[in-house]
């Protein structure tokens, strides 16, 4: 944080300050009259400031790493909320299915944080990004599953209306008193070539690889509503 690194730079300085002071402290008038070890002795000063800043910048980065690491674990567990939030609005998932892809989800947060922690070097700090892009793709990957979940029990309810309305058209059909029995088989054939095709049609549509699942239910819908409505004529 600039907090952090202003507290940092501040040590540097006052450590600077102090080795240049016992520096400029070391004199001969004190019995040294020995060049070398007036030149020895400016070498430790100055070693010893040199020593304390590596730390100090060891130390800051040490906890920059952390600072980051910390973040990406935020992330994780913002986007496992999001996550979870979503499956939770699919309306076609069971209760089943959705604790099922909640505990997916829990168990990709625990894995994700690991994966984090592995990230120990301070040199490699760039390496908690990429993890992070790794892990936040998998949640996704979890949404996703169950969100082809949820477009296949909306499949299977459009395909299920389909049935139904088409069976009520071909009774209806078969009640009309001015239609010969070759009228009626044809009408009744007409009903169920709509079925047939309106039903591959809607087991065509997919939500995988990215697609909007918003289309996909929408198209779902179209479907099932061009067979009905046909039916209904």
Not at 82 to 97: G, N, R, S, V, W
């Amino acid at each position: 944080t600039p907090e952090e690194k202003s507290t940092a730079k501040a040590a540097i300085d006052k450590k600077a300050e102090e080795a240049k002071k016992s520096i400029d402290g070391i004199n001969d008038t004190d019995g040294k009259d020995d060049i070398e070890s007036i030149r020895n002795e400016i070498n430790e000063q100055k070693n010893s400031a040199v020593n304390s800043f590596d730390k100090q910048q060891s130390k800051s980065a040490e906890q920059d790493l952390s600072n980051a690491k910390d973040t990406a674990k935020a992330d994780i567990d913002k986007k496992a909320e999001e996550t979870k939030t979503a499956i939770d609005a699919m309306p076609k998932l069971t209760d089943k299915e959705k604790e099922a892809a909640k505990a997916k989800i829990d168990e990709a947060v625990k894995t994700a944080k690991a994966e984090i922690d592995k990230v120990t070097d301070p040199k490699l700090k760039d390496n908690v990004d990429t993890k992070l892009d790794e892990q936040l793709e998998n949640l996704d990957k979890i949404e996703l599953d169950a969100a082809d979940n949820d477009i296949d029990n909306i499949k299977a309810a459009a395909k299920s209306n389909v049935d139904s309305r088409a069976d009520e058209a071909i009774k209806a059909i078969d009640k009309l008193p001015d239609l010969t029995a070759e009228q009626k088989k044809a009408a009744k054939d007409a009903v169920e070539a709509k079925a047939k095709e309106a039903k591959t049609a809607i087991d065509g549509l997919k939500a995988s690889e990215g697609a909007d699942i918003f289309v996909t239910k929408k198209e779902i819908e179209n479907q099932k509503n061009s067979a009905t409505d046909l039916f209904d004529q």
